[in-house]
T-cell receptor, first 111, second 115 residues
Framework: KQEVTQIPAALSVPEGENLVLNCSFT??????LQWFRQDPGKGLTSLLL?????REQTSGRLNASLDKSSGRSTLYIAASQPGDSATYLC??????????FGAGTILRVKS | DAGVTQSPTHLIKTRGQQVTLRCSPK?????VSWYQQALGQGPQFIFQ???????QRGNFPDRFSGHQFPNYSSELNVNALLLGDSALYLC??????????????FGPGTRLLVL
């Protein structure tokens, strides 16, 4: 059974700082690894999707990497802004489009 | 192009009652998945519907059931509600192509409170 763990559970940084969020998974037989953003009480917004054959994906200030052999993914956020404050969730996709989520990292960027 | 929509946005029920939540997928999508997100936790997979049939199911009791209609919209039904069913219920849609991991688009969710 796949288990996804995210570290840290919460993070508070000053505006402008670069930061890294970590995600680990126990079963490397995944189709892809996705990072989502969730604002309080809202649904999920997809940020980046890395296919199992890829090593990283970039979108603007966001960069996500995937190392299947070690069961790890990282989300790098450059030059953080207060608007980046949210919960960040990683999820591994298994056969049949089933997502297994971590508990998330709550990010607060202080102005 | 409308994204995934869910109704209602909020719902309050009492223990033992039954509830129906609704989801309309993103235009062109044929697969709907339902997730339960308890406070402070990540979403957990309930089940997935494709071609009007349940294709996969997570570790949820039979009190949780669903349906998919010919227009690909879906309903989630929960019977005999328990306090622990209080959560944000998320619907996600996707288009089955290769079956090797398509992007899922999530709706805003329905917040269910069981008293």
């Amino acid at each position: 059974k796949q288990e996804v763990t995210q570290i840290p559970a919460a993070l508070s940084v000053p505006e402008g700082e670069n930061l890294v969020l970590n995600c680990s998974f126990t079963d490397s037989a995944i189709y892809n690894l996705q990072w989502f953003r969730q604002d309080p009480g809202k649904g999920l917004t997809s940020l980046l999707l890395i296919q199992s054959s890829q090593r990283e994906q970039t979108s603007g200030r966001l960069n996500a990497s995937l190392d299947k052999s070690s069961g790890r993914s990282t989300l790098y956020i450059a030059a953080s802004q207060p608007g980046d404050s949210a919960t960040y969730l990683c999820a591994s996709m298994e056969y049949g489009n089933k997502l297994v989520f971590g508990a998330g990292t709550i990010l607060r960027v202080k102005s | 192009d409308a994204g995934v929509t869910q109704s209602p946005t909020h719902l309050i029920k009492t223990r033992g009652q039954q509830v129906t939540l609704r989801c309309s997928p993103k235009s062109g999508h044929d697969t709907v998945s339902w997730y339960q997100q308890a406070l402070g936790q990540g979403p957990q997979f309930i089940f997935q519907y494709y071609e009007e049939e349940e294709r996969q199911r997570g570790n949820f009791p039979d009190r949780f059931s669903g349906h998919q209609f010919p227009n690909y919209s879906s309903e989630l039904n929960v019977n005999a509600l328990l306090l622990g069913d209080s959560a944000l219920y998320l619907c996600a849609s996707s288009l089955v192509t290769s079956g090797r991991g398509e992007t899922q688009y999530f709706g805003p969710g329905t917040r269910l409170l069981v008293l």
